[in-house]
């Protein structure tokens, strides 16, 4: 059965749909007792509470034109959630029947995911925004690694062959120096995130494609002057048992966030752009050290 929802002078339709709480969502806004976040169902959708200011129409306007704007390259729109539209569910914390944005459920398909998210940017805000708006996010980046890396680490959890898991808490996430981010990194691709010493044993299989990803977004972030990307994240997730277990096996890389993109008025992205060329090379570092050590200790 159908119903009509109104919400905000937007009417939206609501239908019967089992959910439930993500088990890996590792940042953002998480359903906890009496606060609304994410759900999912069973079928690989991700039901994103819509937020009742110009953030929710924003992200939903940038959404719904997205897949249908000609000036987006074909081979830049995976690395975007598959949108499915809205719906009326019932909310996470209890409070009734709220619009959410249904989106692609990026780890639905992976048993034990790894996952890392990021936001890219020295800057989380834009001039457009309110003061107090830009007041409250300087505070932030200057207080995370946002200004000194150019990223900052919102949250990650690493799952081990063995089930162990890793996932630092996000309060310890928040400033990391440049040692500490590639340490975390490497963590991420290590079998166990929990030792001193990481292992990178996946190292090779997780970033060299996570490289090739980042170094096609960063060809179109050199030209693109549609959107500028304030606050947004990019997602990694990959499975270590799948990583061992075929050979064809690769960690996925998705944009995420779009509440606070804005048009770019025929201006490159800087802000963004700089921020994944840091990421990019913390990456190629790794890469570069696991090349180092098997020099330095050749196989007999």
């Keep these: 059965m159908l119903l009509l929802f109104v919400f905000n002078g937007h009417s939206f339709s609501s239908k019967m749909v089992k959910l439930k709480i993500p088990d890996h969502q590792v940042a953002g806004h998480q359903a906890k007792t009496g606060i609304i976040g994410p759900l999912i169902d069973d079928s690989g959708k991700f039901y994103k509470p819509l937020q009742d200011d110009e953030r929710g129409s924003n992200e939903l306007a940038f959404y719904t034109s997205l897949y249908s704007d000609p000036r987006i390259p074909s081979n830049i729109l995976k ?61 932030k980046d200057r207080e995370t690694s946002t200004i000194k890396l150019g990223f900052r680490i919102s ?40 030792v001193d010493e990481p292992d990178c044993v996946f190292a090779s299989r997780v970033f060299v494609h996570v490289l090739e990803e980042l170094l096609e977004l960063k060809k179109w972030f050199e030209v693109q002057t549609i959107f500028h ?70 196989k007999p």
């Design 79 to 139: 690395f975007f959630p598959s949108f499915h539209g809205t719906e009326v569910v019932d909310a996470s914390d209890g409070s009734g029947l709220h619009p959410h944005i249904v989106l692609e459920d990026i780890v639905s398909n992976y048993t034990n995911p790894s996952v890392a998210d990021i936001k890219i940017g020295s800057r989380t805000w834009h001039p457009q925004s309110s003061e107090d708006y830009i007041r409250k996010c300087l505070q």
């Design 155 to 194: 949250g990650l959890r690493s799952m081990g062959p063995t089930n162990q898991l890793w996932q630092p808490h996000r309060k310890v996430l928040m400033d990391l120096s440049a040692e500490d981010a590639m340490l975390i990194l490497r963590k991420f691709v290590s079998s166990d995130g929990n």
């Design 229 to 298: 990307f304030c606050s947004c994240s990019i997602l990694v997730v990959y499975d270590k048992e799948e990583i061992e277990a075929k050979k064809s096996a690769r960690a996925v890389v998705k944009l995420i966030d779009f509440a606070h993109v804005v048009d770019a008025k025929g201006a490159i992205d800087h802000n963004f752009l700089g921020g994944l060329c840091s990421l990019i090379k913390f990456v190629k570092d790794i890469l570069a050290g696991l090349s180092d050590v098997e020099t330095s200790n050749p």
